[in-house]
Structures are given as C-alpha cells and as structure tokens.
C-alpha cells in the first residue's frame, strides 16, 4: 500500500532531519532530499564510521508514485516539500495514457503512457504547486518548494 510505504519513508525522513529550518509540515510525504548544503556545514567536523575501500551512494532524492486505474487515482493530496530545482522522480503504474498539470511558473504537463514509467520533474521557483491528473482533476500532490 502507497500510503504506509510513504509515510514510513517520511517518518524515516523526520527522524533524520529533513530541512534546514529544524520541522517539516504535517503530513509531509516523500522520498529522502537532496540537501544543497550539510546539516553540519556550521557545526565541528565529525568522522564518519565509513570503511576507507566504502563507495559513498547519492541520495535517491524525493519520489511519487502515481497509480492510475481508470478514474481511480492514488495518492489523493500527498504533501512533499521540494527545494527549488530538486528533481522529483515521478513513477506512474497506469492502466490508461494520461498527463498531470503542475500548477508551477511556468505551468508543466507531464504525459503519461500506459504502464510503467518514471519522469523527472523539476520545479525553478518557490512557491506552493498543485499538481493535478487531467482527466479526473486529482489533485495527486501539493508541493512546498522553497
């Protein structure tokens, strides 16, 4: 199920420490952010129990997965908070083609075949962003880009 998955992923998130102003919104789900900046920029170096032969890994970044099934659309609503040009990897499981509209400036649509399929989506200003499904007019997920 979507909906325990995120928001494991989210409570997971929140216990790491998700933002730089100390909180994240209630509700807030999605995948790990790409910080621009360390948390510990400011603070005294520490090491890090890492094996010298270790291959640091990327961050996988914030992720929605989008499940179309007829008119039936999940998530309804999800929240996520984005900084500005942090790519979102949408990964749609669709029965059916279809496009989101992102509310953004400028506005975005995202097209969709039947399948599977993950986009990248990249929002350039701050703001609060709908992003909605077309044929049904879901709002899939409110984004807080800052």
Do not use: Y
């Not at 989008?66 to 929240?79: E, L, Q, R, Y």
């Not at 399948?115 to 077309?134: R, S």
């Amino acid at each position: 199920m979507i909906g325990t998955a995120a928001l494991a992923l989210s409570l997971s998130s929140l216990a790491a420490g998700c933002s730089d102003d100390g909180g994240t919104e209630a509700g807030s789900i999605g995948g790990d952010r790409s910080p621009t900046r360390s948390p510990t920029d400011d603070a005294p170096s520490r090491s890090a129990a890492v094996p010298d032969n270790a291959t640091p890994t990327a961050p996988a970044g914030a992720e929605l997965k989008v499940i179309v099934d007829g008119s039936s659309i999940s998530p309804n609503g999800a929240t996520l908070d984005l900084a500005v040009g942090e790519p979102l990897s949408i990964t749609f499981k669709t029965d059916r083609a279809g496009e989101l509209h992102v509310h953004s400036r400028p506005e975005q649509i995202i097209s969709f075949g039947a399948g599977t399929t993950t986009q990248q989506l990249v929002i350039d200003n701050p703001g609060a962003v709908d992003v909605e499904e077309h044929a049904t007019g879901t709002v899939v997920a409110q984004l807080a880009v800052r």
